[in-house]
């Protein structure tokens, strides 16, 4: 079956060549065939010409009928050139006497009038007594209803031809040999960027990735292609990174989610076994190892709550849509944290913006649309951070107020913010809340990884607390799956400020 299968296409530069080349062929023969059909039927009009305008003398019809012709040689001036005159009498039977040299073929002429093909006034071809020679024949009326056949021999006309057909077929011979060199290279010059993109693209493919295709220049098809493909593979190669980039959270993710379930499950199996062994023990120290147990078990427990409400985010965010005045929402925050907690200070007041930068107006109602359950978690979760990383007695401000997305409000970029969301347009009304403290702050490279999943600043006291090091990751997610986001400016020794950016109410 192999000899059904098709072939496969040559190169795109053979298949120019033999495209171009066939094409140029074509045109030379339309062109030779053109000229060489030009060439024969101008000879044959002067042939033609030559015929109709040669009459033979009246004398010589008379004196073919008696037989008195002069012969070849003995009149040179009877006929000119190479004219030869057959003679018919009334009857329309041919003469034995004609007029013409014989040293050449005479054509093949039928002996009766009737018999000739030929129409008076219109020339004909005939073939010749012998060999490939060719005549032109016109029949002439003469006196008395005698008739002539004028003949003139074609060989001059069938000669040119010939040497015209010969020097066609070795100009053409010629033309061929040069279309496919010098089409080659043409061809190749024309695809040296083609040729440059694939040696790119190899090299890409050998895992290069930085590299992208030359000649891009807009004016030419092959410039434009590589303009896509450029296009193509930056988006590839970003693709590639994100998808990299992703794995390894994942595999970290993975192994910190292993880690943190591993501690309190080997603290409970540890205690656990304590208490299972067969020999008393006292109270007090059973009633230690079952402390210790369901310490780790609601830590545990914590801790898996927390990774599910991430994968819940991640995969299919659900929030409840409703307008949610944030300044009622710090209140209540506020106002559970200092039930909670009395050893960090916590205060409510206005928004810090480029109009007021000391914040002496009044608060004032701010409203965003979004899930209130959610954002008072974010706003619990930051009150929490800021008790758990800041010594005793640090105070704790939280403000509220609207401003505009920009670098020195909020929302935005800018050299020592720190933050796991995309920046909010420029200038877009946004309704703030900010949870500030005055402790230690934190140094630069802890403020780039602090929304990380299970990222800690400082393990040991987080995980003395019972912290799992998710609480910032689910707080930016919550913010960004709100059309806001997270952020963190902070310096050593002055402090933290989470700001909480949302898009305002209309």
Known sequence: MTHLLPRPPGSLRRRLVLGVTVLATAAVLASQAI????LRSWLLDRVDEQLVGFHPPAPAFYDAVDGTLPAAGDRPDVLPSDFHVYFYDASGHRLNDSLGSAATPGPRLADDV?????????PE????????????ALLTPGPEGMSAVVTLPLDTVDGAASKTLWLNAVLLAVTIVALLALGR???????????????????????RLNLRLPDTDARTEIGRLGRVLNSMLDRLQKALLAREASEARLRRFVADAGHELRTPLTAIQGYAQLALRPERRPARELQEANRFIAQNAERMSLLVDDLQLLATLDKEPSYRMERVDL???AADAVSASAVHSASHPVDLGPLHTPAD??????????????????L????????????IHTPPGTRVHVRVGSSEAGPGTGGTDRPGRSTASPPLPKGLPI????????????????????????????PARSRLHGGSGLGLAIAATIAEGHGGRLELDTSPGHGCTFRLALPAAD
């Open 357 to 374: 930068p000391t914040g002496a107006e009044a608060l004032d109602v701010v409203e965003t649309v979004g899930d209130p359950h959610r």
């Open 125 to 136: 071809t005939v073939r010749a007594l012998s060999g490939d020679g060719r005549w032109r």
């Open 376 to 387: 008072r978690q974010i706003l619990e979760n930051l009150l929490s951070n800021a008790r």
């Open 35 to 38: 000229g060489y059909v030009a």
């Open 185 to 207: 290279w043409v061809v190749r010059l024309g695809l040296l960027p083609l040729t440059r993109m694939e040696s790119t693209a190899q090299d890409i493919t050998a895992g």
């Open 327 to 329: 300044l009622s929402l």
């Open 431 to 458: 309704s703030v809340i900010e949870v500030a403290d005055e402790g230690p702050g934190l140094e630069p490279v802890d403020a780039e990884l602090v929304f990380e999943r299970f990222y800690r600043a400082d």
């Open 114 to 122: 009737q018999d000739l093909g030929l129409r008076d006034g219109h």
